[in-house]
């Protein structure tokens, strides 16, 4: 299960096709190295997007 305080680096190392999600979402630089330290919560907040709606896609 993928939670808020999981960074993105850790998700996509768990399971490479979630970056797919995160882009559809308007994470356009997943790959880029403060991403990669930054919590799932901490990117949604930074791009606007509803935090609850991104964990619901991540964990689908």
């Known amino acids: 299960m993928i939670t808020k305080d999981m960074t993105i680096g850790e998700v996509i190392k768990a399971n490479s096709n979630k970056a797919d999600i995160l882009m559809s979402f308007g994470m356009g630089c997943v790959g880029c190295p403060s991403a ?4 799932i919560e901490e990117a949604a907040y930074v791009h606007g997007i509803n935090l609850d709606e991104l ?6």
């Open 36 to 39: 990669q330290a930054e919590t």
């Open 55 to 60: 964990l619901e896609a991540l964990n689908k």
